[in-house]
């Protein structure tokens, strides 16, 4: 049903890509991460929620179609339809279904609550693609509420001792989850850096209760920052923007802040443990509660979870992709 193509994952009864890396004919988007959502292709097709995401970052020109979840659709010989991921605001698994039976690529994906969007829904199918950022025993997150909780202890440390608090984080998903997740505890304001400003918008016009913003620089020159929390991209990282903030303590909110090499080399004051993508226990659920008799994992670490699969008697292989791991740059291009 798909096979790898230097362009990415094909459907040849379909005639389209799924989060193809170079410019397609049609491109079928689990969502509208940077590494997942290229720019280019003639046509693209995603679920309803990731439209104005990819229309923010595409522009007017690109031709962007959408459905809502659940729908089915016909694209020659086989039916497409999105399920939610739980990884994003419009973060989709896309289930395919044809003569050889169905297929479900889950794009990225996480079982853990997130008030920002639709949670993930476990789709029966013959062969799964599941994503393995994540994919070694020794990942395991903690409840979403105690890092919130974290963070907010360790905001009001700052504001005690009058410093900035800036948390870096991904500004599309995490940033919007860090406002929704805070806005049940605190209804203080937030400031953020520009680059995070459009997918804020998009998320609240969608909807989703976020604490209020305003931007760095929307601020009167001269103003302090002190005891405020500022989020960032980690690309504003050592630029000059970071002078507006004056005395700092910074953070960095991934999953990769439970590896204690990535925190060494991040060298920020903080980490919290946040990831929009499934844990080692979280993809094994996973997988049983799908049912599939082929699993291939792709993204991050595939190789493991797949021999770990195999030994527990599943047909398991992987999947090469040109996506970037987390802890790359990609998912900031918004
Ligand atoms: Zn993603
Ligand atoms: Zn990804």
């Known amino acids: 049903m798909l096979e790898e193509k230097p362009d990415g994952l094909y459907c040849s009864s379909g005639a389209f890509y799924i989060d193809p890396w170079g410019p397609v004919h049609r491109a079928v988007i689990t969502h509208a991460h940077g590494d997942h959502a290229r720019v280019g292709s003639q046509a693209y097709l995603c679920a309803s929620p990731t439209a104005p995401l990819l229309a923010k970052r595409f522009g007017i020109d690109a031709v962007i179609e959408s459905v809502a979840y659940g729908e089915q659709v016909t694209l020659g010989g086989v039916r497409v339809s999105f399920h939610p991921a739980g990884h994003i605001l419009g973060s989709a698994q896309i289930r395919i279904e044809g003569a050889d039976g169905a297929w479900v690529v889950s794009g990225d994906y996480k079982r853990a609550p997130d008030p920002t969007c639709s949670p993930f829904e476990p789709v029966r199918c013959d062969t799964f693609i599941t994503e393995s950022t994540f ?39 995490k940033a919007q ?51 405020e929390l500022v989020l960032a991209p980690l690309s504003a990282r050592g630029t000059p923007w970071m002078r507006r903030l004056g005395v700092f303590s910074d953070a960095f909110a991934s999953g990769t802040m439970r590896i204690r090499g990535v925190r060494r080399q991040r060298n920020v004051d903080r980490g919290f443990v946040l990831s929009d993508h499934a844990d080692w226990p979280d993809l094994l659920r996973t997988i049983e509660e799908v049912g599939a008799p082929r699993v291939l994992a792709t993204h991050g670490t595939p190789e493991p979870l797949a021999r770990y699969l195999r030994s527990q008697g599943i047909d398991s292989g992987v999947i090469r992709t040109a996506w970037e791991s987390e802890a790359g740059s990609a998912s900031e291009s918004f």
């Open 177 to 227: 989850r860090v406002l929704a997740e805070l806005s049940r505890i605190t209804d203080r304001r937030v400031l953020v850096h520009g680059a995070m400003a459009p997918a804020i918008e998009v998320y609240r016009a969608a909807g989703v209760r976020l604490l209020d913003t305003a931007t760095v620089v929307e601020q009167a020159r001269g103003s302090s920052c002190a005891g």
């Open 135 to 173: 994919g070694l025993p020794i990942f395991h997150w903690d409840a979403t509420d105690a890092v919130i909780a974290e963070l907010l202890a360790w905001w009001d440390e700052n504001r005690t001792a009058g410093r900035t608090s800036v948390l870096f984080c991904y500004t599309l998903g």
